[in-house]
């Protein structure tokens, strides 16, 4: 493609992107469960645990556990429940297809949905830290560079699961149906549920092995200084690659 020809074909993908912007901020679902319910539950449960350093939660403020935490909660609220819910409900509705029939790029449409995530994602952490601060403050970043990287590729990969479901599923029910149903057990081990310590032999292998927890990991241990998280930070990195892919190979118009 000419760079005049790749000129012509952003300007509409642009408004795509803007007018998939303007629609999310309106959407009663994102604005329920990835701006107001990760909020809540943070302030809940990390209350109920108090601020005193327990070995429980390998002697860190409890509270600090859960601000850590909880910036997964949102990235797996938006890529599990917010972006399928969307995707399905424009192919059930055929807005797809006069995409399509519009001369958008096959590649269009997924991107739009890839940065729509991740603005969500970043317009809800920065909700949620804001919120933070003045009630359990905010910890200190042990380790920065770690930490992004953690949250940017467990953002990307995310938001790439949620553009594969979204093209997957057959309607908006069955996107919210499977996106529940994968987004709640992965809350209560992988992030915002009790710490590993307290559960048992049985759930913390199952909690080992889900992707909210790598990301959770990845994000909360260089954040508060809990040890290394190299091997749990490049699994999540070749995950979010693969998820990428995949996702990219199959959500075209």
């Known amino acids: 493609m000419t760079i005049e020809g790749s000129r012509r074909s952003l300007s509409p993908v642009a408004r795509l992107i803007r007018s998939e912007l303007v629609l999310m901020v309106r959407d009663p679902l994102t604005l329920t469960f990835v701006f107001a319910f990760p909020v809540v539950t943070m302030l809940i449960i990390g209350g109920s645990f108090g601020t005193t350093p327990d070995a429980a939660f390998e002697n860190t403020n409890p509270a600090h556990w859960y601000v850590a935490s909880y ?116 809350f209560l081990l992988g992030a915002g549920g009790p710490p590993p310590n307290v559960m048992g032999s049985a759930l913390q292998r199952i909690a080992d092995v889900l992707p909210l927890t790598l990301v959770t990991n990845s994000i909360r241990v260089p954040w508060l200084d809990l040890g290394s998280a190299t091997g749990t930070l490049a699994t999540v990195i070749g995950l979010s690659v693969v998820a990428c892919v995949v996702a990219a190979r199959r959500a075209r118009l």
């Open 71 to 186: 910036l997964s909660v949102v990235i797996a609220a938006t890529g599990l429940v917010t972006l399928p819910v969307h995707m399905a409900a424009y192919r059930e509705r055929g807005v797809l297809r006069r995409f399509a029939a519009a001369g958008f790029p096959r590649w269009s449409f997924a991107l739009a949905q890839l940065v729509l995530g991740l603005t969500t994602i970043l317009l809800s952490v920065a909700l949620l830290l804001a919120v933070a601060a003045p009630v359990y403050g905010i910890p200190p970043v042990a380790h920065l560079g770690p930490a992004l990287l953690g949250f940017a590729f467990g953002a990307v990969g995310f938001v790439s699961v949620g553009v594969l479901l979204g093209s997957l599923l057959p309607s908006a029910r069955s996107a919210q149906a499977v996106g529940l149903l994968l987004f709640f057990p992965s």
